[in-house]
C-alpha cells in the first residue's frame, strides 16, 4: 500500500511517499520520496511565524515539492507544466476557485499509483493547514484517492521510527506498551498516554507558554534570531565547557523551576520567562559571558521540570517505552539527562528520541500516522467535510 503525505501546520511545506507492506509480525516501511521546504530564514527576519506569510510561503512551494518527490518516487509522469500553475498562491487560497481551476491543471500529472492522501488537519496555523487540506483536496478529486486527516501531534509520536532514509520495520509487539511520549515542540508541551496505538490519553500539558515557545521568547531576550531552541543550546553547551567558568557569586543566576512538584502532570514556562527578563534588567548590560550563563540556567531549569514531571509519570504508569519528540527533542542537553536519569535510577524503560532530521516538521511521519488511521478506516468517507482544526487535541 501506498501514501503519499502533506504537511503545512507552520513554518515547513513538507510531502512524503511510503510503501508499507503489512506482514504477520511487523509493518515493513520504505521512503520512496520526502522532501521539506523551510521558511525558517524568511521568517527569521520577523523573529517568528507569521500566519498569513507562512500560507502563502506553501502555496508557493507545495506544487513544485510535489513534482520533487513524485520524480524521486519515480512516479511522475507529466507533459510541461502550464505557466498558470506559477498562480497556485491564490488559487490554493479560495478552495472554490481551486475545484475549478484544478481539473485543467492535474492532466499534466498522472495519476501517481497511491492508495490514499494523507494531511495534517491541525493543531497548527489555520491559514496554513488550509493549504495543505486544499491541495489534498484537489488532489483526491482528480485522483479518485481517499484522504486521511491526521493530528501533527500523532504524527511526531511516530517520527522515532524512520532511523534511516530508505527503508524502517514497526513491529507489532504488544510488550512496548504502556508507552509515554513527551511532546516538545514550538506550539506543544505534552505527556500523553499511550495503551495501544491510537489510544491516547492526555495526562498533562502546559498551562501557558510551549517549552519551544519559551526557547524562542528568551531567545529574543538575549537578542538570538529565530528559531531560539539551537541558539539557546548551543550558547548553554558552550557556558557548560568553558574551561574558566565565572563563579557564582559574580552572576549568581538562578530560575525557578515552575510546577516541578505539583502533584498534576501540568506545566508552566512563562515564570521561567518572566524571571529572565527580570534577571535581565537586574544585571545591566547584556555581554557574551552573562547570555551564556542565562541560556545555561534556562536550559538547565527547563529540562529539570521536563525530566522531573516525565518520570514521575513512568513511575505511576509502569511506562515500557518512552518516546521524545517535537523540535524540542533535538535539545542534547534534554536527550542526555533523560537518558543518563534512566540508567542511574535503573528504570525498566526504552527512550526513543527522532533522528535529527525528524525531530522538527516533516510529511514523513504524517505518512506512517496516515498509514495506520487509513488501515484501521479511521478516515470520514465526505472528503470535502474534512477542515483545518488550529486547536485539535488528543
Ligand atoms: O516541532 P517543531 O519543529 O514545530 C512546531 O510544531 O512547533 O518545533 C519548533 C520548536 C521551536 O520553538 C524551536 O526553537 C525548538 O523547536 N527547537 C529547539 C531545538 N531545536 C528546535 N529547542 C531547544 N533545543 C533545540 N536544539
Ligand atoms: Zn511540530
Redesign the pocket.
Same mark, same amino acid.
Given at each position: 500500500m501506498k501514501i503519499l503525505a502533506i504537511e503545512t501546520?507552520?513554518d =515547513?511545506t513538507a510531502i512524503a511517499i511510503i510503501e508499507v507492506k503489512n506482514e504477520k509480525n511487523s509493518y515493513h516501511f520504505k521512503i520512496l520520496g520526502n522532501d521539506i521546504s523551510s521558511q525558517a530564514t524568511l521568517h527569521a527576519q520577523y523573529g517568528g511565524v507569521y500566519p498569513m506569510m507562512a500560507k502563502r510561503e506553501h502555496g508557493r512551494n507545495i506544487l513544485h515539492i510535489l513534482e520533487k518527490v513524485l520524480k524521486k518516487a519515480k512516479m511522475y509522469h507529466a507533459n510541461k507544466i502550464p505557466s498558470f500553475n506559477k498562480n497556485i498562491d491564490k488559487i490554493l487560497s479560495r478552495e472554490n476557485e481551486l475545484r475549478e481551476l484544478w481539473p485543467k491543471i492535474m492532466p499534466f500529472i498522472k495519476k501517481p499509483k497511491i492508495d490514499a492522501i494523507a494531511v495534517t488537519s491541525g493543531p497548527?496555523l489555520e491559514p496554513a493547514l488550509w493549504v495543505g487540506i486544499s491541495f489534498a483536496k484537489a488532489l483526491s478529486a482528480i485522483w479518485d484517492v481517499p484522504v486521511v486527516p491526521v493530528n501533527?501531534m500523532e504524527g511526531?509520536i511516530f517520527s522515532i521510527f524512520p532511523k534511516n532514509k530508505k527503508a524502517f520495520v514497526i513491529n507489532k509487539d504488544k510488550k512496548l506498551f504502556p508507552m509515554l511520549s513527551l511532546l516538545v515542540? *514550538?506550539?506543544?508541551t505534552e505527556l500523553v498516554l499511550i495503551k495501544d496505538w491510537h489510544k491516547y490519553k492526555k495526562i498533562g500539558s502546559t498551562r501557558d507558554d !510551549?517549552? *519551544? =515557545?519559551a526557547?524562542?521568547k528568551v !531567545?529574543r531576550m538575549l537578542e538570538l534570531p529565530y528559531?531560539? *531552541?539551537?541558539q539557546?543550546?548551543f550558547l548553554a553547551q558552550s557556558a557548560r565547557e568553558d574551561k574558566f567558568p565565572i563563579s557564582n557569586h559574580q552572576l549568581a543566576i538562578k530560575l525557578p523551576r515552575p510546577m516541578i512538584y505539583s502533584k498534576d502532570y501540568d506545566f508552566s514556562f512563562s515564570g521561567i520567562k518572566t524571571a529572565v527578563l527580570y534577571k535581565i534588567r537586574d544585571i545591566g548590560k547584556l555581554t557574551d559571558i552573562k547570555k551564556k550563563q542565562i541560556a545555561k540556567e534556562f536550559e538547565n531549569s527547563v529540562v529539570e521540570v521536563l525530566t522531573h514531571k516525565t518520570f514521575k509519570a513512568l513511575k505511576e504508569y509502569k511506562i515500557k517505552t518512552l518516546i521524545v519528540g517535537?523540535?524540542?527533542s !533535538?535539545?542534547?542537553h534534554?536527550q542526555k539527562i533523560m537518558t543518563s536519569e534512566i540508567k542511574k535510577n535503573k528504570i525498566d524503560t526504552k527512550i526513543l528520541f527522532p533522528s535529527k532530521k525528524l525531530?522538527?516538521?516533516n510529511a514523513l511521519m504524517i505518512a506512517i500516522a496516515g498509514y495506520f488511521l487509513f488501515q484501521n478506516k479511521k478516515y470520514p468517507r465526505n472528503t470535502q467535510k474534512i477542515k483545518a482544526e488550529g486547536n485539535l487535541s488528543f
Open positions: 501546520s507552520c =515547513e497548527g501533527h511526531h515542540s *514550538g506550539g506543544h !510551549a517549552v *519551544g =515557545e526557547f524562542d !531567545a528559531p531560539g *531552541g539551537p539557546i543550546s517535537g523540535g524540542v !533535538a535539545n542534547k534534554l525531530t522538527g516538521d
